[in-house]
């Protein structure tokens, strides 16, 4: 990996059967991630089952599959490199529980691909009110991805018609406009996953299309900034135990620094321990940086010590555990009314946990703020006093964005979003 390249963690979303997984298998592919023996063997393997068109999403799976299989500590799936930046891509576009993890994935994501297809049906079923074009979409800008291209796949399922273009343009640029992005920095991209076109190369079937390819709109995706002088804050994605190394958690780091030799701490449980080595794409490297996804191998902290959704912080600056915290929650889509005690699962960097609404503060109505409210109902934004079912770390957004923002799921969907504006500390671990 060329170190002198910006690295941006991209998340591919959309609704499922929009042709995530072909689409980026062809990008990979088309990028030189995925060179040409290997894609021959999957098409072959395919084609034997009658399915030549999986080859591109095979290509994904199969990697994904082999990856999982290995020892390996590196939790970016997917890496691939432009002229101008290296892209890490979080978690499988395919993967079964994408729904639940693409919340995990996207709160660690500095850009998106918003894959919607073109497809008579499909696209109406994907932007209906319960298609999981919008939910992701919202998803993405709650969990603070302000980058966003969107891909208008499967047009090669509608003859690249640009009346169909621009009827999904208008739609999605509406939607994306009401929940805050700024369409004059969104690209909406006809691309095909199966044939290619518009992913790399120009194609001459979109004369009407004068905007970049998908690997060009990618690279004016800007790099985040480095928040390197906050505290230390690693959120957990997995815990590995791998023989002679020992236990190697993984994460992405979101701010501060992480050095081998360090003391850190664990946060809920305030177990602590001291830093190894740490690796990143199968490099030991001498220190990790916020947007790093790492893996490190630490002394004193057993497997079973240290989960997903804990918070790796210096023992000097540990994470804040909360007793309860104050939040602005808007509800989107719940089915009923949210009451005092309603106690739904939130997700929260990589921790989901059941949390209590102790108390409804205020919410505004007509633009007047009405205090202690006895219930909300969708579209209300309210300032709640919430309490963890079970210790988990939670900060305020002003100071740590990443772990200040989160969704609210309950049946399955997305009901509310929120962004946290005070937290009271736990007395002790």
């Known amino acids: 990996m060329s170190s002198k390249k910006p690295h941006l963690n991209l998340v591919i979303i959309g609704h499922v059967d929009h042709g ?132 208008v796949n499967k047009m090669d399922t509608v003859d690249w018609a640009e009346d169909r273009y621009n009827e999904i343009k208008e739609e999605i640029g509406n939607f994306l406009k009401g929940i805050g992005y700024k369409l004059d920095k969104v690209h909406f991209v006809p691309v095909s996953g199966i044939t290619g076109d518009n992913l790399k190369d120009k194609s001459d079937k979109t004369p009407y299309y ?13 790099p985040p900034p480095k928040p390197t002088d906050k505290p230390l804050r690693l959120p957990i994605q997995d815990v590995y135990t791998i023989t002679g190394i020992g236990t190697v958690p993984s994460g ?71 007793e309860e915290f104050e939040a602005q929650v808007v509800v989107m889509r719940h089915p009923s009314v949210i009451s005092p005690g309603y106690t739904p699962v939130l997700h929260l960097g990589t ?13 505004m109505v007509k633009g007047q703020k009405v205090d202690n409210p006895d219930h909300l109902k969708n579209g209300d934004a309210s300032i709640v006093a919430m309490v963890p079912v079970k210790p988990f770390v939670v900060e305020p957004f002003k100071d740590f964005p990443q772990l200040g923002r989160f969704a609210v799921r309950d049946m399955g969907q997305t009901v509310a979003v929120g962004v946290v504006q005070k937290v009271t500390k736990k007395k002790a671990y």
């Open 20 to 151: 995530k997984s072909t689409m980026t298998g062809h990008l990979l592919y088309l990028a030189g991630a995925i060179d040409q023996r290997t894609m021959d063997k999957y098409e072959q393997e395919s084609e034997k089952i009658g399915r030549g068109t999986w080859k591109f999403a095979w290509a994904l799976d199969k990697l994904k599959e082999e990856r999982e299989r290995g020892v390996t500590i590196d939790i970016a799936f997917f890496k691939f490199e432009t002229q101008k930046q290296v892209y890490t891509i979080i978690d499988a576009p395919g993967h079964r529980d994408f729904v639940k993890n693409m919340i995990t994935g996207t709160s660690q994501a500095d850009a998106a691909v918003l894959v919607v297809s073109a497809e008579k049906g499909g696209f109406e079923a994907g932007i209906s009110g319960q298609g999981q074009t919008r939910e992701h979409a919202l998803l993405a800008k709650t969990l603070g991805v302000e980058q966003l291209v969107v891909a």
């Open 210 to 222: 004068k905007g970049p390819t998908l690997l060009t709109a990618l690279d004016e995706f800007s």
């Open 252 to 322: 992405r780091v979101e701010t501060g620094v992480l050095k081998p030799g360090e003391k850190i701490i664990v946060a809920p449980s305030g177990k602590k321990g001291i830093v190894n080595t740490i690796e990143m794409h199968h490099e030991q490297i001498p220190v990790a940086e916020p947007g790093d996804n790492i893996g490190f191998s630490v002394k004193g902290i057993g497997k079973a010590d240290i989960r997903r959704g804990n918070v790796v912080g210096h023992e000097s600056n540990p994470p804040t555990v909360a």
């Open 351 to 363: 921790a989901q946990t059941a949390c209590t609404f102790m108390e409804l503060k205020t919410k």
